[in-house]
């Protein structure tokens, strides 16, 4: 069984004493991919030195619309030649969250738009963070040709995922699918297509029920797999093909 982890913060600080060990658990578990996606310019040099080479590792490069006051406008002509230079496998974490305290949606769009176009030109999938804010980032989905991408951590409605899915982006699930408590989430999951969903973790965050508290890991995924199962009445092997299938094809991950 391969599966990959299509969202997960590996070269965030809190993996730093550990990182080659979790690595080596996840691919243990099954887990032979991991996509690390990026969250602020400062961090992109350490996050490419840190994929480079590996064929298990695979980096994205994006500003998070959390992190407003970290981006600078500078940073959109460094994301441009980072792409050119090293060639991710997407232009993310990007995204509209107005969740977060103090949102300011207008900095959020502007920012969001120009790194849609930056991926557009680039020919990228983008890996999209959206909380309270999926009509609108569909919206601009729409005014851009992309190649589709990952709605990371999906929890819209059922409608919404179908449009997601008609613009060629894959559907995220992960640690909160494995939550009796997650009813709409977990419906979500089993009404879905197959063909749009993916699996993540967003470690080192949303950990697993049997790990809730403590530092998620993509050593779970396969939990979140078999949580996957369950809810869609399903064999997991099955599932673990689709959905790595499904990963590849949105990445263009080779076999």
Same mark, same amino acid.
């Given at each position: 069984m391969q599966l990959i982890d299509t969202h997960c913060h590996l070269d965030f600080p809190v993996f730093d004493a550990d990182r080659e060990a979790v690595i080596a658990r996840a691919r243990r578990a099954g887990v032979s991919r991991i996509v690390v996606p990026g969250v602020d310019a400062a961090r992109w040099p350490y996050l490419i030195a840190l994929c480079a080479g590996r064929t298990d590792l695979h980096p994205a490069l994006g500003m998070h619309p959390g992190f407003l006051a970290r981006h600078r406008p500078e940073h959109l002509r460094a994301l441009e030649a980072a792409l050119e230079a090293h060639r991710p496998v997407a232009v993310g974490e990007i995204g509209l969250d107005y969740f977060i305290d103090d949102p300011d949606p207008d900095?959020?769009?502007?920012?969001?738009?120009?790194?849609?176009?930056?991926?557009?030109?680039?020919?990228?999938?983008?890996? $999209?963070?959206? +909380?309270?804010?999926?009509?609108?980032? &569909?919206?601009?989905? !729409?005014?851009?040709? /992309?190649?589709?991408?990952? *709605?990371?951590?999906?929890?819209?409605?059922?409608?919404?995922?179908?449009?997601?899915?008609? $613009?060629?982006? +894959?559907?995220?699930?992960?640690?909160? &699918?494995?939550?009796? !408590?997650?009813?709409? /989430?977990?419906?979500?999951? *089993?009404?879905?297509?197959?063909?749009?969903?993916?699996?993540?973790?967003?470690?080192?965050?949303?950990?697993?029920?049997?790990?809730?508290?403590?530092?998620?890991?993509?050593?779970?995924?396969?939990?979140?797999?078999?949580?996957? *199962?369950?809810?869609?009445?399903?064999?997991?092997?099955?599932?673990?093909?689709?959905?790595?299938?499904?990963?590849?094809?949105?990445?263009?991950?080779?076999?």
């Open positions: 900095a959020q769009c502007r920012l969001l738009d120009a790194q849609l176009a930056v991926a557009a030109n680039a020919g990228l999938p983008v890996l $999209l963070h959206v +909380r309270k804010a999926h009509d609108q980032v &569909l919206q601009r989905l !729409r005014r851009h040709r /992309l190649c589709g991408g990952i *709605a990371h951590a999906f929890n819209g409605s059922l409608q919404q995922g179908k449009k997601y899915f008609e $613009l060629g982006f +894959r559907l995220g699930f992960g640690g909160m &699918l494995t939550y009796e !408590r997650s009813r709409k /989430l977990r419906k979500l999951a *089993a009404e879905l297509p197959l063909e749009a969903i993916v699996l993540e973790t967003d470690a080192p965050d949303m950990a697993v029920a049997s790990h809730h508290g403590e530092r998620n890991s993509p050593e779970y995924l396969p939990e979140c797999l078999a949580a996957l *199962a369950q809810v869609r009445d399903q064999d997991p092997a099955e599932l673990a093909q689709r959905t790595t299938a499904n990963a590849r094809d949105v990445l263009r991950l080779a076999s």
